[in-house]
C-alpha cells in the first residue's frame, strides 16, 4: 500500500507555471506506475498524465499536451507535474494516482486528497 500527498497547487495567472508534487510514503514507490488527475468544478474527474516505473515512458491526455510534463524522482518517492500556459479551463482540483501493472489512464488504485489549482484570466 501507498500513502500518497500532493502540494504545490495555488492561484496563478492565465499563462503562468506551476509545479505540483506527489510524495508518496513507502519504500515501493518505484514499482507503482504513477497519474495525475483533475476535476474541475461540475466536471468529472479526468486523466491528466501518467508515467512509467522507470520514468521513461509517459503518457498525456490530448488537452494538455504541450504544455504539461509529468516526471518522478523514485530517489525521493515523488511525481512532479509542471504546468505552463496554463489557462482559465485548467482550474480544478489535481490528484496525485497509483497503480500496479501497465501505464494506463484509468483503474488507480491509491489516490491523494487533491491539491487545488486555480487559474484566473
Known amino acids: 500500500q501507498v500513502q500518497l500527498v500532493e502540494s504545490g497547487g495555488g492561484l496563478v495567472q492565465a499563462g503562468g507555471s506551476l509545479r505540483l508534487s506527489c510524495a508518496a510514503s513507502?519504500?515501493?514507490?518505484?514499482?507503482?506506475?504513477m497519474g495525475w488527475f483533475r476535476r474541475a468544478p461540475g466536471k468529472e474527474r479526468e486523466f491528466v498524465a501518467a508515467i512509467s516505473r522507470s520514468g521513461r515512458s509517459t503518457v498525456y491526455a490530448d488537452s494538455v499536451k504541450g504544455r504539461i510534463s509529468i516526471s518522478r524522482d523514485n530517489a525521493k518517492n515523488t511525481v512532479y507535474l509542471q504546468m505552463s500556459s496554463l489557462k482559465p479551463e485548467d482550474t480544478a482540483v489535481y490528484y496525485c494516482a497509483a497503480r500496479v501493472g501497465r501505464i494506463e489512464v484509468g483503474n488507480y488504485d491509491y489516490w491523494g486528497q487533491g491539491t487545488q489549482v486555480t487559474v484566473s484570466s
Open positions: 513507502g519504500r515501493t514507490f518505484s514499482s507503482y506506475i
